[in-house]
């Protein structure tokens, strides 16, 4: 199979392919023979079908350069994932989740020590990210600082757009340095340092979450006080929340007074429209409607979900009651960084709950996980003002797919203009291809990671 010759690698450019995205305003703009342009800023200048747009931007001395018949979408924005874990990605299927976590890892955390693992590791993962198609990534580093300012660093080289935390664990942790005197001022205050270093870096493209593990790792008075530094610095707040039955035991047993696991972040102050919570699958009406009245955002994670036997969300209902859900890798509880597996597995486990408990609700189609995937995590992010979808003014974040290799037959030819464009991203979903993304940019910029020839 040929690839193009070549691919740009800094803003301005135009490509003309098939451009599909969704819309901030509702519904999707599909052009077949389309064209976008990014101009010297990094931003869409443009968007629109080629017989309109190559004369337009001939005249401006501008060749679009010829990507057909690749797909362009916006990138996807992954809203869960652990980058010290992808060593262990696709290890202990099935294990439940507080085992896994003792087995699998914890040690493989408590390894990541200090800035050289993470400069060994790091501009790996972010490449990993980006051959998946991901182009904005919300991630949780390990407890130690060192290594999450190393991660910091890789993925402003990088060029990724990243939203990092250093995890807080102030009991059940496996950091090696703990003294228990110290643990909770020591982790607010090395928060807060990288906070002050990394938060809104290279114009926003780089953030901090402030990342209190889950509520048993953490005492009560953690979860309040990194709460309070997140609405004081204006970071985001991320955890874990309702992930797996033994979970929710253990904590309803340590926090006895709380009437629910999602009360126990309520009463630290932890819900809003800055905090993104993991998981979220075994909600009761009650905690469902305090999330959607606090308009706390959620990150589905049902590749995760499946390998660890968490079980399946009622994302129907969710949506229904008016919940803001985007997608997460939860890399390594997901075996797979990519957005497009996280997609088909979600589709899949929606399916069995339509078979196995009847849910009559409408499941999402495959242009509604394409806008779950890029705009609606935007979205959550309270970013979408400048990514999530190719709109003009926003931020270049994009990326190249080749869907030919998603075709049951290779030897056939691929006529992608000629295919509808729920039945494009329906094959993108249910035939991703590892090498399917051939380029990710942000801003305009090329991030490396996917296969360049
Ligand atoms: N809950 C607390 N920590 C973790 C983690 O690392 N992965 C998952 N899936 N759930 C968690
Ligand atoms: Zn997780």
């Known amino acids: 199979m040929s690839f193009p010759v070549r691919l740009p690698d800094r803003p301005p450019f135009a490509i003309r392919a ?13 052009y077949p023979d389309g064209v976008i ?3 010297a800023d990094g931003q869409i200048d443009a968007v629109g079908d080629a017989a ?3 004369p337009r931007l001939a005249a401006v001395s501008l060749e679009p350069i010829d990507l057909r018949p690749f797909v362009v979408l916006p990138g996807m924005v992954d809203l869960h994932a652990h980058l010290p874990q992808l060593p262990n990605a696709g290890l202990g299927a099935g294990l439940d989740l507080l085992t896994w976590l003792d087995r699998y890892i914890f040690p493989l955390e408590r390894q990541f020590d200090d800035a ?3 400069a060994r590791l790091a501009p790996a993962a ?3 990210f980006a051959a998946a198609g991901t182009t904005t990534l919300l991630a949780y580093g390990a407890v130690y600082k060192a290594s999450m300012d190393g991660a910091f660093r890789a993925a402003e080289e990088h060029g990724i757009r990243a939203i990092l935390g250093k995890v807080m664990m102030d009991r059940g942790t496996y950091d090696k340095t703990i003294d228990p005197a110290t643990i909770l001022d020591r982790s607010l205050r090395e928060s807060e340092e ?9 114009g926003g493209r780089l953030g901090y979450a402030v ?14 006080e990194s709460a309070a530094l997140a609405a004081r610095t204006g970071a985001w707040w991320q955890t874990h929340v309702s992930e797996d039955p033994g979970e929710i035991r253990e904590v309803a047993r340590l926090f006895p007074d709380a009437m629910d696991y999602v009360d126990v972040y309520d009463r630290a102050g932890g819900l809003g429209a800055r905090t993104i919570l993991a998981h979220a699958i075994h909600l009761s009406d009650r905690e469902l409607g305090r999330l959607v009245e606090t308009d706390t955002r959620v990150a589905h994670c049902p590749s995760s979900n499946l390998f660890l036997a968490s079980g399946i969300m009622p994302l129907a209902r969710y949506r229904e009651a008016g919940l803001r859900v985007g997608l997460g890798s939860d890399v390594a509880g997901g075996p797979d960084p990519s957005l497009f597996v996280v997609m088909q597995v979600g589709a899949y486990a929606q399916a069995a709950l339509r078979t196995v408990v009847g849910e009559t609700r409408a499941s999402l189609a495959p242009l509604d996980w394409l806008r779950a995937g890029t705009l609606d995590g935007a979205t959550a992010l ?9 709109e003009a003014g926003k931020e270049a974040d994009l990326i190249a797919v080749d869907p030919r290799l998603t075709a049951a037959r290779r030897d056939l030819p691929y006529d992608s203009e000629r295919v509808a464009p729920d039945e494009v991203m329906s094959r993108l979903i249910f035939r991703a291809h590892p090498d399917m993304v051939r380029g990710a940019w942000v801003r305009g910029r090329r991030l490396e990671g996917p296969p360049s020839d």
């Open 18 to 30: 098939r451009i599909l995205t969704p819309l901030a305003a509702g519904g999707f703009a599909d």
């Open 37 to 39: 342009a990014v101009g």
């Open 52 to 54: 309109a747009w190559v």
């Open 116 to 118: 050289e693992d993470a």
């Open 126 to 128: 972010f490449r990993t």
């Open 194 to 202: 990288l906070i002050a270093a990394w938060h809104g870096a290279d």
């Open 211 to 224: 990342t209190p593990r889950f509520a048993i790792s953490c005492t009560a008075e953690m979860l309040r």
């Open 382 to 390: 309270g970013i979408d003002d400048r990514i999530g979808s190719l």
